[in-house]
DNA sequence: AGACCCACCCGAACGC
DNA sequence: TGCGTTCGGGTGGGTC
């Protein structure tokens, strides 16, 4: 499931792909593919081209020449590019076709990702309150120890609140808090500073790591899956519940906390209240 | 207001 | 073997 390195990925790929492209057609097979966006809307994009490509936590902006699209591809959602016409493959929910005949195709099994057309998208994520990007300059151990304060609820389940912190999902959310000995249930304004300065710069960490490695593992966009380049990472924690901890060799567990599944290691990731 | 839970989907994995 | 059931993922919206 693409989080913020994946996002990344596709980010970096679609750039050398499509940026100065037109849009000259759009094909939409599944309409709640749309988020708050009627056909109309969407319609407005043709004639537009594609200017600027970016990320915002794990959603992709594609800047055109009005308005901007913004993407979020949940859990299975992904973008595959064609050179020429292409029949759409099972699962595609719309098709932009450029003026020089290559395509867009976004293809979604699950049917969760989510695409929208809007005039700004800083007014998007403004309005929706998303939080704040990890590798933006402001990203620190004190600005999280200063924003932990207002969450009484478990890190986990802070970590993965987009109103706190962009990008991160469930993986990454056990790969840091395994990385900096933290139990999940931890509540989040309990954590010292220390362990908020530790937190900052493991998520930078591992999110740099994970993008360095979706970059190098994938070349062509017809076959990057994304999750390939995830799976070049080596997990500590997450999907390893019941196997040898890496650290200690202590078997990890696996705790449903707010609905979420963390998997940790119960002896390296003590509870210290 | 804040914490929780479910709906949205589908296919893989599991149970009978 | 074949069927039905459960589960998991991110997010928004509903409920208490």
């Not at 900096?180 to 937190?199: D, F, G, K, M, Y």
């Amino acid at each position: 499931m693409p989080e913020l390195p994946e996002v990344q990925t596709v980010v970096d790929t679609l750039q050398q792909l499509v940026v100065g492209k037109q849009i000259t057609s759009i094909a939409l097979y599944y309409e709640r593919l749309l988020e708050s966006t009627s056909q109309k809307e969407l319609e407005t994009l043709t004639g537009q081209t594609i200017q600027e490509i970016s990320r915002r936590g794990k959603y992709l902006i594609f800047q055109c020449s009005a308005d901007c699209f913004i993407a979020h591809l949940r859990m299975e959602g992904k973008f595959i590019y064609y050179p020429s016409n292409h029949r759409p493959a099972i699962h595609t929910h719309a098709v932009f076709g450029f003026s020089d005949g290559s395509e867009l195709h976004f293809n979604d099994t699950r049917k969760f990702g989510r695409i929208g057309v809007y005039s700004s998208s800083a007014l998007y994520f403004e309005a929706k309150g998303l939080g704040i990007e990890p590798f933006s300059p402001d990203f620190s151990g004190e600005e999280l120890f200063q924003r932990f304060a207002r969450y009484h609820k478990p890190i986990k389940t802070t970590l993965l609140d987009q109103h706190c912190i962009a990008g991160i999902g469930n993986i990454y959310a056990d790969e840091v808090l395994f990385d900096c000995r933290i139990h999940p249930l931890t509540p989040a304004n309990q954590l010292s500073r220390q362990q908020c300065h530790e937190l900052a710069a493991s998520i930078v960490a591992i999110l740099s790591r994970a993008i360095e490695r979706g970059g190098t593992t994938i070349r062509s966009f017809e076959s990057s899956h994304h999750v390939n380049g995830l799976f070049q990472i080596e997990l500590n924690a997450y999907g390893r519940a019941g196997l040898a901890c890496h650290r200690c060799q202590h078997k990890l567990e696996r705790m449903k906390i707010s609905g979420r599944y963390a998997t940790y290691c119960p002896h390296c990731q003590k509870r210290r209240d």
